[in-house]
């Protein structure tokens, strides 16, 4: 079968998006359950707060860690072997987390499990993006991240009705059964075309040796800074920054999470239809960077409003982010066929580790300038250094990606 003849509903697109549900639900399930896990593993409110932020800064370094790895094995071994690889082992990193007794315990295993999320996305766009004709990529990639945001949802309805560790016992079984449905899926024609070729395949440190390539590279992962920033801090801590600002009532960082990502969900969809309007992905990233702007400039004006109004900024704030499907969609389409897996791969888990950094800038400004004006601060930061790395990237909507990287 070629190319041309996969369409927007073919079966990768399907299970490609299933396999981003599964992705996402494991992945934002601890910001959904963080304060109820913690609470039960005898968690002062200080505790819960601080520990919760190591956690996920720790599950943030494994999906930087997993980048390179399946990223690289991506191009070397294949598309598929890494998206089987990589399911086996979160989804025992899940089962696992439901028998965590302690901070650490429950640390580790997020890395480990972070590790293993980090080979999903990129390589289903990669493979997606590679069988699709060029007319219906963009549309495709947007409709594997959009409906696979849904499973931020689905663990939250979950985490309202069964115990956190039920929770993960049931991501580790959606895990195995998506590794079922894989079976099936062809392998990318690109890399067929490559695999037995003497041309170097996923060398992660090909992207560090030339200044264009590397320039290419650093600015694919800039772009996609204020997503983290605003899911990781922000949103994920939406209930500390809710009590600074005097809100009425009390937040479900839970809640928050699932209303942003029911938003990043539709963003995600209609971004690759905005794209496909203007025939460019940046105008539609630049028109997603207002919206995620004015939400944000939102966020931190709602003194004394109530519980809802800030569940509905929220969502604004996930509408925006939903710049996020594109904009793997062209770190993938920047580069060879010898490489595309493993900038794919490593760029969206190179933003999701940079919350670690952000995290660090946002706790080091606290002490000088507050809790609220810190966060402020660092949202400046991250939009002004996406909005440049945007300028200057080039444009990807037309490009042939039946190439290779020298």
Known sequence: MTKKEYGIFSLPVIIGALGYFVDIYDLLLFSIIRIPSLKSLGLSDAEITNDGLFIINVQMIGLLVGGIIWGILGDKKGRLKVLFASIVLYSIGNIANGFVQSVNQYALIRFITGIGLAGELGAGITLVSELLPKAKRGIGTSLVA???????VVAFFLKENFDWRTC??????????????????????????????????????????????????A??????????????????????????????????????VMYA??????????????????????????????????????????????VNTVYIVCAVMGFGAGFWAIFVTMA???????????????????????????????????????????????????????????????????????????
């Open 261 to 306: 990502y029911v938003a990043v969900s539709i963003g995600d969809v209609l971004i690759g239809f905005v794209s496909q309007w203007f025939k460019s992905r940046k105008k539609a990233i630049y028109i997603f960077y207002g919206i995620t702007a004015l939400s944000i400039i939102w966020f931190f004006n709602l003194n004394r409003a109530n």
């Open 219 to 256: 600015k694919a992962i800039l772009i996609g800074l204020p997503c983290w920033y605003i899911i990781g801090i922000l949103i994920s801590f939406s209930k500390e920054f809710a009590i600074k600002m005097n809100v009425q009532g009390s937040i479900d960082p839970g809640k928050a």
């Open 146 to 152: 959009g409906i696979g945001l849904t499973g931020a």
């Open 332 to 406: 993938a389409e920047q580069f060879g066929t010898n490489i595309r897996a493993t900038v794919a791969t490593t760029v969206p888990n190179m933003v999701r580790g940079s919350l670690t950094l952000i995290s660090i800038l946002f706790t080091s400004l606290q002490p000088a300038f507050g809790y609220l004006k810190s966060a402020w601060i660092v949202g400046i930061v991250v939009m002004l250094i996406a909005i440049v790395a945007l300028y200057f990237t080039e444009e990807t909507f037309h490009k042939d990606l039946n190439y290779i990287e020298e």
């Open 168 to 217: 993960y016992f049931i991501g580790g079984g959606l895990g195995f059964l998506l590794l079922l449905l894989r079976v099936g899926v062809l392998e990318s024609g690109m890399f067929k075309s490559i695999e037995k070729s003497t041309v170097r395949k996923g060398d992660f440190f090909m992207l560090f040796k030339k200044w264009n390539i590397f320039s290419k590279y």
